[in-house]
């Protein structure tokens, strides 16, 4: 859903070579780049770390919402989620091809998830305690990641910004969902409602940290920028999202966990306090809440699946066998 | 403010809940592998046969609850367990990739023609059956195909897929018990389906010395009450609340 990756392109962009030349005079142009074409190593590089991480937090953040899956409220809700995090995978399936484009493979991306070596959205570290996390994150986090992502559709690598097309129709749908779900409990019991504010006090402060450390501290955004990799700012997406986003809220009839927001009356703008960045840089850095158990989770489902995806892999070679052995038998 | 339901049973409502409690357990059950499959692709094609059983189980349960007087949800989330009238087989826990491969299997390779057989006939279900069939087709060559890599796959996928039919097998002939006014699937067929895809498998069908039953008597394992305190607590925790 999400593409922490933006803020870490590749620094060492230096090219001027007739290549590079007319490389970036596609990209001024608005021209795609496919997979065949030439390309510097650091936009491959930028571009498969970015892919990579958006697949990863796609597949680490099945965990979270899966977690109530099986608690779902009602038929209808279970259908829904069940169906919401299914399509998490398919993202993170078509986000694994689109980075297997750039030659990477999904083995050697899922290793380096695995080995603790790549990056997933540090939002899926924090943990679903009620039902309500179910709505929040439907409206905040894909929310935000749509912010983040409509953008990407014009991205200049060609294979991703078809990818996000799709991906961004999915989330739109999600978020709406969410949003619904955060709608029903608030009209519902005071115990529903109090479930409401509760998931919005918790998720508030990291969904902001979504879209990356504030401009003044954010390195690398130059060179995407150029690369047309990245359209927006860190803080002009965050900007979209909290306008978009406080109106709704008051909406719904909650109360945002920030005394000092407020809407700029010359600017139509809702401003918000100071955001924890320790917090955020720990979580990035490994230290958020359900970091360990994520990655053991998804470790423990890599490792007992291996004596199946053998069997396949076997089988498969069984056939082959079969069928050069005797070609006229359908193995 | 309603809490536990009593239902009252007529021969209709009692062949739809037994159908929707069967696809409801078993759709509960693949779903929780939501996210912890062995490959991405499984994770996928796991949540859409249970997105199939549960969209299954809701309109069998609208139409139990149209005759009984309840919604879909007091059907699913207000009973209790002795309530319950699934079969024993569908509510065994997933196991590894090899229990839950084989209990898909086993079921599908009984329910597949059974929904055939109900929509051609004039049953208040047979509109449900006839669009169940399309999906239990699927689920039925999703089952097999797995099934035969992991019989031919490895000696330990052998192993496992050997021992996951030796544990299942003795909760198959429920399937087989009559319910109120339905049709009957005759298990010569089902053992012939299974057994051609046993011998591609290189498995073998078990011979059990007993078979247990009294799922559609309400007379579970000790496994269906830890899955509906799951499933059902927070309409239990938040009685008459709308969610």
Not at chain 1, 9 to 22: K, M, Q
Not at chain 1, 249 to 268: K, S
Not at chain 1, 286 to 311: P, S, T
Not at chain 2, 88 to 95: A, D, K, T
Request: charged share 20%.
């Amino acid at each position: 859903m999400y593409s922490q990756g933006l803020n870490q392109s590749d620094p060492s962009s230096a090219h001027t070579s007739p290549e590079a030349a007319r490389f970036q005079a596609r990209i001024d142009a608005e021209d795609k780049i496919e997979p065949n074409d030439w390309m510097p190593e650091a936009y491959r590089r930028t571009l498969i770390r970015q892919i990579s991480q958006h697949a990863h937090s796609e597949i680490v953040g099945m965990l979270p919402e899966g977690n109530w899956i099986t608690r779902a409220p009602s038929l209808r809700r279970k259908a829904a989620l069940l169906a919401k995090v299914q399509d998490e995978g398919g993202h993170g399936l078509y986000l694994y091809a689109a980075a297997e484009t750039l030659g990477a493979s999904r083995e050697e991306l899922v290793d380096q998830l695995l080995a603790g070596k790549a990056k997933y959205s540090s939002i899926f570290n924090y943990p679903t305690l009620t039902w309500a996390d179910i709505g929040a994150i439907g409206w905040l986090v894909d929310g935000a990641a749509i912010m983040n992502q409509i953008p990407l559709c014009r991205c200049s690598f060609g294979p991703y910004a078809r990818a996000m097309i799709r991906v961004c129709k999915e989330e739109s749908f999600h978020q709406r969902q969410g949003y619904e779900i955060m709608l029903t409990l608030c009209r519902g019991t005071p115990a529903q409602k109090a479930m409401a504010q509760d998931a919005l006090d918790r998720w508030w402060w990291p969904c902001l940290m979504m879209f990356g450390p504030p401009d003044s501290a954010s390195q690398h955004s130059d060179t995407s920028m150029q690369w047309k990799i990245k359209r927006f700012t860190n803080d002009g997406l965050r900007q979209k999202f909290i306008d978009a986003t406080v109106p709704q809220g008051l909406h719904l009839g909650l109360a945002f966990p920030d005394p000092d927001m407020r809407q700029n009356a010359a600017t139509g703008h809702w401003e918000h306090g100071a955001i924890d960045w320790d917090e955020f840089k720990r979580v990035v850095a490994g230290g958020g809440f359900c970091a360990a158990e994520r990655l053991e989770a998804r470790r423990k489902a890599h490792d007992a699946g291996a004596w199946v995806r053998d069997a396949a892999a076997a089988h498969a070679a069984k056939r082959a066998a079969r069928q050069a052995a005797n070609p006229r038998i359908a193995a | 403010m309603t809490t536990t339901i009593t239902v009252a049973a007529t021969p209709l409502a009692r062949l739809a809940l037994a159908r929707a409690d069967d696809a409801l357990i078993l759709g509960h059950r693949l779903s929780e592998w939501c996210g912890h499959a062995p490959i991405l692709e499984e994770d996928l094609s796991l949540a859409n046969i249970a997105l199939d059983l549960i969209g299954q189980a809701r309109s069998l349960y609208t139409l139990a609850g149209a005759v009984t007087g309840h919604t879909e949800d007091q059907l699913a989330y207000l009973r209790d367990e002795r309530q319950f009238s699934n079969l024993l087989l569908v509510e065994q826990p997933n196991g590894d990739f090899a229990l839950t491969i084989a209990r898909l299997f086993l079921y599908s390779a009984y329910i597949d023609p059974y929904w055939r057989a109900l929509g051609a006939t004039d049953s208040a279900l047979s509109d449900i059956a006839a669009k169940a069939e399309k999906e239990s087709g699927y689920h039925l060559r999703h089952s097999a195909e797995w099934l035969i890599r992991l019989g031919d796959g490895t000696e330990e996928s052998h192993r496992r897929a050997q021992s996951a039919l030796d544990r299942l097998f003795p909760f198959t002939a429920e399937m087989f018990d009559p319910l109120p006014d339905d049709v009957a699937i005759d298990p010569a067929d089902w053992t012939a389906e299974v057994d051609t895809i046993l011998t591609h498998a290189t498995l073998t069908r078990p011979s059990p010395a007993w078979q247990h039953n009294g799922g559609r008597a309400g007379r579970h394992t000790e496994h269906l009450g830890h899955l509906l305190a799951e499933m059902q607590h927070l309409q239990r925790t938040h009685p008459g609340a709308t969610w």
